[in-house]
């Protein structure tokens, strides 16, 4: 069993653990914490399969890609977060509306 | 079995362990404390995967900076889930579609991945030696480097657009709240301040000019800056107000606008977007790279703080709404 | 085995004793001011049998200097989170453990 072979394993369970916990999950921070979660699982896929024979080193195209994603995510959250809070201000939910009658008005 | 392989093995239980621990933990705060350890444990997995670039951004950028928004955020939210009306009781087969959509689309994903794992590694060298080959007319002597701002360099130019992009977004949904009360500023984080301060500055200096020939680069060291930038925050030091203006908006910008430049002069020299003059390459990054760093610092340390400056800018900031922002 | 790998492999067994005795106490001890306590002093013992034993390894005198500068800034900022800590917990009115 290789290394790539494992780390992408392991990041398709990320994605999958993270999936799982975002569609579960009420609280909005959670949510946030979840997409998180499944970028980094994305990220380890995309590295490992950059991996090639016994270099032990990753092609620096997809290592170049994640850095720009890693920033992009870091983005996402900034910008989740700060809504959560504005919808929490407007309305005092930390959750978005679960169904038709607790729906905003 | 090689001893690396088991190392691999326990490194990647523990992420996956860490992972389903912090988003089944009930009690949000340890969530987020949680995700932090995650990031630092994820940046040794890229460095098993032969990434630094990648583990030097995840530890200040995907554990240090995510980790400060998520705390600011949680101070701000509380952990309660608060909601409005009614909720009604899932029906048992709204429970069961997260299981069989995560169920059907896992393995399918997985199936197609190592169908094109195994394809892939015999049949493509990947795009190291070419990369390698280049490496010569690109003005710098990093692999990764290289590609970041020379062979894709479009990507790091949008990049720069959707980083000022969400600090945009984030200024238009709110003013900014203070961190923390002002009163409660310990003389012992003070004095770490002035002693990490300059250190940190010197720290990215260094990361950003080792980016030429080693891991490191506009983006860790824009971080590390930005956490300084932060720590000041943390211990009282507020922008002059004269300098919440035009100033600041300028620094926000400075790094995305000259990439834009430079990508139209380019174009309009070489009819290709960002195709340096092989004699310019270097001192262009150089260029790029400073303007991206001191954008980057101030960025994320503005998507920290959340919020434009205050609108009045005569008035002083009310203090007293200021958010819990450790809790243990 | 050359001697140097002989002490690199002691001070990293001692290192991983530190290391033990921090967690267990972390995990252990009865309150938030005792667990703070075993987690700094032992970890900060630890991570320095550790940096030493890098140091031992390492071929030029640029990286024993960069380890030891790593090892005086996790130290300081250490002892200054752990401060934080206990300070913001005794403002919330967290008693020390009696026994």
């Known amino acids: 069993m290789s290394p790539a072979l494992l780390y992408t394993g392991s990041g398709i369970i990320l994605f999958s653990i993270g999936l799982h916990a975002l569609l579960v999950h009420r609280h909005l921070l959670r949510k946030i914490l979840a997409a998180n979660i499944m970028g980094s699982g994305v990220f380890m896929v995309f590295i490992a399969m950059g991996v090639h024979g016994d270099s032990g080193v990753a092609d620096p195209v997809p290592q170049a890609m994640v850095l720009t994603g890693i920033v992009v995510s870091l983005c996402f959250t900034a910008v989740a977060i700060v809504l959560a809070v504005r919808l929490n201000k407007l309305t005092g939910c930390t959750t978005l509306a679960v169904d038709e009658e607790s729906s905003i008005d | 079995m090689e001893l690396a392989l088991i190392f691999d093995l326990i490194l990647l239980i523990t992420l996956i362990a860490l992972a389903w621990l912090l988003l089944a933990s009930s009690d949000i705060f340890r969530a987020v404390v949680l995700f932090i350890a995650f990031g630092l444990l994820l940046a040794l997995a890229w460095v098993r995967l032969g990434a630094p670039d990648v583990a030097l951004a995840e530890a200040a950028i995907g554990a240090g900076i995510t980790g400060a928004l998520l705390l600011v955020g949680l101070g701000r939210l509380g952990s309660a889930e608060h909601y409005r009306g009614t909720r009604t009781r899932l029906t048992f087969l709204q429970r069961l579609s997260a299981p069989v959509l995560i169920g059907v689309m896992i393995p399918s994903i997985s199936l197609i991945l190592l169908l094109e794992l195994s394809l892939h590694a015999s049949a493509t060298p990947g795009q190291q030696g070419l990369v390698n080959v280049l490496l010569d007319v690109s003005g710098t002597n990093h692999g990764v480097t290289a590609v970041l701002m020379n062979f894709r360099a479009w990507d790091t130019l949008l990049e720069k657009g959707v980083l000022l992009l969400a600090l945009i977004s984030i200024w238009s949904l709110d003013q900014a709240r203070p961190l923390f009360r002002q009163n409660d500023i310990s003389p012992q984080l003070t004095g770490l301040a002035r002693l990490l301060l300059p250190i940190m500055i010197i720290v990215a200096g260094f990361v950003l000019w080792q980016g030429d020939h080693a891991p490191g680069g506009a983006f860790q060291s824009g971080a590390i800056l930005s956490a300084g930038i932060l720590l000041a925050i943390l211990v009282g030091y507020t922008l002059p107000t004269r300098r919440q203006g035009l100033s600041l908006r300028l620094l926000l910008a400075v790094g995305f606008s000259v990439f834009l430049l430079v990508a139209a002069a380019t174009l309009l020299s070489s009819d290709y977007l960002l195709k340096y003059p092989d004699s310019l390459a270097g001192s262009l990054i150089l260029l790029l790279e400073l303007v991206a760093t001191a954008s980057i610092a101030a960025l994320l340390a503005a998507a920290v703080v959340g919020g434009h400056p205050p609108d009045d800018l005569s008035k002083p900031v009310d203090r007293s709404s200021a958010v819990n922002g450790g809790q243990t | ?99």
Do not use: E
């Open chain 3, 1 to 99: 085995m050359a001697l140097t790998d002989l002490i690199t492999a002691f001070l990293l067994l001692g290192s991983l004793g530190f290391f033990l005795a921090g967690t267990l106490g972390l995990l252990r001890f009865p309150d938030l001011y005792c667990r703070l306590h075993a987690l700094t002093k032992a970890d900060n013992l630890g991570l320095g049998l550790v940096v030493l034993a890098l140091m031992i390894q390492s071929d030029s005198w640029q990286v024993v200097i960069r380890l030891l500068l790593i090892w005086l800034l996790v130290l300081v900022a250490g002892a200054t989170v752990a401060h934080l800590i206990a300070r913001k917990a005794q403002q919330d009115g967290h008693q020390p453990w009696r026994r």
